[in-house]
Each structure stands twice: as C-alpha cells, then as structure tokens.
C-alpha cells in the first residue's frame, strides 16, 4: 500500500487560494490514479478530483470545476491540489487517497476504488 500524508490546509478567507499537497511513499507512486476527497461537517464524504497516473486525464466534481485544480509530480512523489475562489462551502476535511490497483487505465470517481488514504487536513473559508 501507498503511505499518504496532506499538508497545506488552513483558513482563509472567501476568495482566496490555498494549494494543498499529499505526499506519497513508496517507490509505485506513479503508477496509481490518485484523488482528492472531502468531509464536511455534518454530511458524508465525497468526491473532489481525481488524476490518472499518467497525469493525462482528470476529473472534477460540479461544484469545484474552473475553481481546483489537480495535478501531480511523479518524481516528486506527490499530488496537490489548487483551490482558487474559496467558498464558504468549500469548508471541510480533505482526504487524499490512492486508487487500490496500479496502472487503471479509467479514471474513477467512486471513493470504493480508493485504498490508500491519508489523514486529512482541514480547509476553513470563512466569509
């Protein structure tokens, strides 16, 4: 399994940007579709972005589409996330995960095909 660490959260005001990052161990890195996921309070985990491993393709949920953007440095070992235009809703804990087989050719969005997860770090936009 692929060992996951997210850094980069905080508070930030309505408006901002925050640019998270999720560092990966092992050297299989990149060969797995990796994603980002949320939390908020109150309501059920869900779906953010995913990238291939290949970083050629990507998918974004509705409601972070033209605002986030996922991308991901092989060499380096990491995936990050940039958030621009912070909304109040954007507010909760953000998962990284890494797809449970190597090399899937589709990209999923399904938090099932997620098997690797790290601990979080929080994202508050206040208003």
């Known amino acids: 399994q692929v060992q996951l660490v997210e850094s980069g959260g905080g508070l930030v005001q309505a408006g901002g940007s925050l640019r998270l990052s999720c560092a990966a161990s092992?050297?299989?890195?990149?060969?797995?579709?990796m994603g980002w996921f949320r939390q908020a309070p109150g309501k059920e985990r869900e779906f953010v972005a995913t990238?291939?491993?290949?970083?050629?393709?990507?998918n974004y949920a509705d409601s972070v589409k033209g605002r986030f953007t996922i991308s991901r440095d092989n060499a380096k070992n990491t995936v990050y996330l940039q958030m621009n235009s912070l909304k109040p809703e954007d507010t909760a804990v953000y998962y990284c995960?890494?797809?449970?087989?190597?090399?899937?050719?589709?990209?999923?969005?399904?938090?099932?095909?997620?098997?690797?997860w790290g601990q979080g770090t929080q994202v508050t936009v206040s208003s």
């Open positions: 995960a890494a797809d449970r087989s190597q090399w899937r050719i589709v990209v999923t969005t399904r938090q099932t095909d997620f098997g690797s």
């Open positions: 990238i291939k491993w290949s970083g050629g393709s990507t």
């Open positions: 092992g050297r299989t890195f990149s060969s797995y579709n």
